[in-house]
């Protein structure tokens, strides 16, 4: 019983550490300061198409684009197999949405959190964003691009309601995740892939509206 006490404490000690820490930094999309960048982290394209929590995290980097919240939506996330595109269905879904193709700048190498965070910084240049993802991610969101030198705030989705599983799901899932992200925080490990520096978000700021 103690050390299943323990096994508990260890998981959610990380991650309430990150809901208290990044609280002031959570917001809503009325709230948010105008900042150039919005991220959006992916969350799934199977078959070509968003899941249903990515575009709701796409519908709401629309949203926030056409308000003026943001100037450029950096979509970040997986393209490891040939077959597999997720920031390219992001960029589709967003231009559906009316935001302009030179208005989206692509990170393929998104792996998870972290690397996005990363490489948010170091290779596209990012000092200040918005980041935009669920409610459940944003603590951990922000905690990770804000340790790597992004004055960043979140904004989270909370437009539609999607399967009981799949909520309580992800909730839990973020348990884990917490603890990886502390562990992150302590070694800061270089993403999967780094490379030279990108100038899509100062080319994407440059194109016209």
């Known amino acids: 019983m103690v050390l299943c006490a323990l096994g508990v404490y260890a998981l ?3 991650l309430g550490w990150m809901y208290v820490g990044s609280a002031r930094y959570r917001m ?5 300061p105008p900042t150039a960048v919005g991220i959006v982290f992916g969350a799934g394209a199977p078959n070509g198409e968003p899941s249903p929590m990515l575009a709701g995290r796409l519908e709401l980097g ?3 684009y056409h308000s003026g919240k943001v100037q450029v939506l950096l979509v970040t996330g997986d393209n490891s197999r040939s077959h597999y595109n997720e920031p390219l269905v992001m960029r589709d879904y967003l231009i559906r949405e009316g935001v302009p193709r030179g208005r989206i700048v692509l990170d393929y190498a998104g792996f998870d959190t972290w690397d996005s965070c990363v490489r948010a910084k170091k290779i596209f240049g990012v000092d200040r964003a918005i980041l935009i993802t669920q409610r459940f991610h944003l603590p951990r969101a922000v905690t990770l691009c804000r340790s790597v030198g992004i004055d960043a705030v979140g904004v989270g989705d ?3 309601s999607y399967a ?3 909520t309580v799901v992800s ?3 973020e348990l884990p995740a917490g603890l990886k992200a502390a562990l992150f ?3 800061r490990p270089d993403p999967h892939f780094l490379g030279p520096k990108e100038p899509g978000i100062r080319q994407a700021l440059r194109t016209p509206r």
């Open 171 to 173: 909730y839990l899932r």
């Open 62 to 64: 629309a949203a926030l």
């Open 164 to 166: 009981p599983i799949a």
């Open 185 to 187: 925080l302590a070694i």
């Open 158 to 160: 909370d437009s539609r």
């Open 28 to 32: 809503s999309a009325a709230d948010a």
């Open 12 to 14: 959610v000690l990380p």
